[in-house]
C-alpha cells in the first residue's frame, strides 16, 4: 500500500529529491515480505547466467559469444516489407492465433520444406518460439506434474516449465569421442507415471546434437503408449549444416498424437528482436491456445508478422549465406579449439555452437567470469544448461569472421596463462 505524503516523509524507504516538492518524493528500496510473490519464484532461483551476460556486456571492449543469436541484422527484404505494412497502416489488432496469410505460409513451408502436411487450424503464431513454449506447457500442465529434460537444454526452458507449474527432471545426455548420445533406453525408464511431458530440443542448443529420425520414430511410440505429451523445440531446425532441415517430430507424427511442435524466426533468419514464432499442435488444442493468446498479449504484432510472411516466402538464400558463414566458422573454431591444451570439443553438426569441454576442477560460472575480467570474452556457463554441465562453456560462432578469430585469440591467451600458472 503506498502511504500519502506526510506518512512518506517520516518514513524511512522514502527519500525527497527536493524538501519543497513533495511530489518529488521518490520511493526506494522497499522490500516485501518473502510471501508475497508466487513460489515458484523460490523454485526458479537466479539466473546466474543472465547476470554474467549483462556483466560481459557491461565490460568496454569485451567481446561477447554469450548470446544465442549472430552479429547480422534482419535483412532488407524483410524490413521493407514491414516498412511497406507500417505505411499501409497494418497497426491493428491481429487475429489471436495469427494472421490468415501466415498460417497458409506456414502450412505451405512445411509442405515445401518438410514435405508435411499441416492444416492451418494446427498453427498458431506466437510472440517468439519462447512463448509458444510457454503456451504449450501452459495448455497441458497441472501443479506438479513432471516434465522430463533431455540435457543439455536452454535455460529458459526450465524456467518457463516451472513457471508453468511444471516440475523438470532432468535427463543428461553424454559426450563420447563419438559425440553427443542420447541413451532412448534410460529416458524411457526415467519416466514414471507422474510424467506428463517429454521436452526435447533438436538439434540442441547447446551441443548441436541432432536426434536422427529414426530416434525421433522411437520416442514418438514410446510417447504415444503412454500418453506422455512431446515438446519438440525446432527452433534450430533449418540450422543444420549440411543438410536442409533437421528431422522433425512432425515426420512421424499421426494426427491424434499429443505433440506441440515449437518453432521461430529468430534463429533462420536473423529477427531474435521481433519476437515471433510459432506453435504447431493437436487439431482441438486450438481453442485451448487461443484463450491463452487472448489474456496474454492478444497476439503478434501484425506487421511483425507480416515479416514472418516475407521470410518464409523469400528467405532460403539468406539462410543459405547464413549457413555459409557458420560452417566457414565452425572450422576455425574447431581447429583453433583443438590447439588449446585441456579444452575438448565435438564437433556439432547444427546451430552456431561450441559447448567447450574445459579439463580439471570447474566451476564454469566462476571461469566465464574470470575469462570476461582477463580476457575480455563473454561466453556462457555451461551449468546454466542444466546439472553435470558445469565443466563447459558454450560459445556463439555466429558473428563476424574478424570478431570470432580475436575472441579465440584471447581465447587460447587465457587458457595458456591458466596452464602455466596450473604448472608452475
Ligand atoms: C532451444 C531454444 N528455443 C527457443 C529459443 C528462443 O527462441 P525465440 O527467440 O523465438 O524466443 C532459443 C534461443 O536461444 C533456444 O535456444
Known sequence: MYTNPQERSSNPHFSSTSETDPSAMQLESFPLSKNSYRNCF????????ADLLRYGKSKEGCISLAQGEGTRPTPDFICEAVHKALTDGKTFYSFGAGLPELRQEISNYYSRIYNVQVPTNRITVTSSGTNAVHYALLSILEEGDEVV??????????????LAGGVISEFPMQ?????????????????????????????????????????????????????????????????????????????????????????????????TGWRLGWLVGPADAEDKIRDLILYENMGPPTFTQVGGIEALRHGEEFLVNQKALWMENLELVIERLHRIPGLQVVRPNAAFYAFIRVEGDVDSYHLA??????????????AAFGKGFGQYLRLCFAVERDVLSKALDRLDEYFSARLASLES
Not at 533437421?246 to 515449437?262: G, T, W
Open 149 to 162: 529434460a533431455v540435457t543439455p537444454i536452454w535455460k529458459n526452458l526450465i524456467g518457463i516449465t516451472e
Open 42 to 49: 523460490k523454485t526458479m532461483g537466479e539466473n546466474k547466467a
Open 369 to 382: 567470469k574470470e575469462i570476461i575480467d582477463d580476457a575480455g570474452l563473454s561466453l556462457a556457463p555451461g
Open 175 to 271: 559426450q563420447t569421442q563419438e559425440g553427443w548420445t542420447l541413451d532412448l533406453d534410460r529416458l524411457f525408464e526415467s519416466c514414471s507415471a507422474s510424467t506428463k511431458a517429454l521436452l526435447i530440443v533438436t538439434p540442441n542448443n547447446p551441443t548441436g546434437w541432432t536426434m536422427s529420425g529414426h530416434d525421433i520414430k522411437r520416442v514418438s511410440e514410446f510417447a504415444r503408449e503412454r500418453g506422455i505429451w512431446i515438446i519438440a523445440d525446432e527452433v534450430y531446425g533449418r540450422c543444420v549444416h549440411d543438410l536442409e532441415r533437421a528431422p522433425s517430430f512432425l515426420d512421424y507424427a499421426c494426427a491424434e498424437d499429443r505433440l506441440y511442435v515449437i518453432n521461430s524466426f529468430s534463429k533462420s533468419w536473423a529477427m
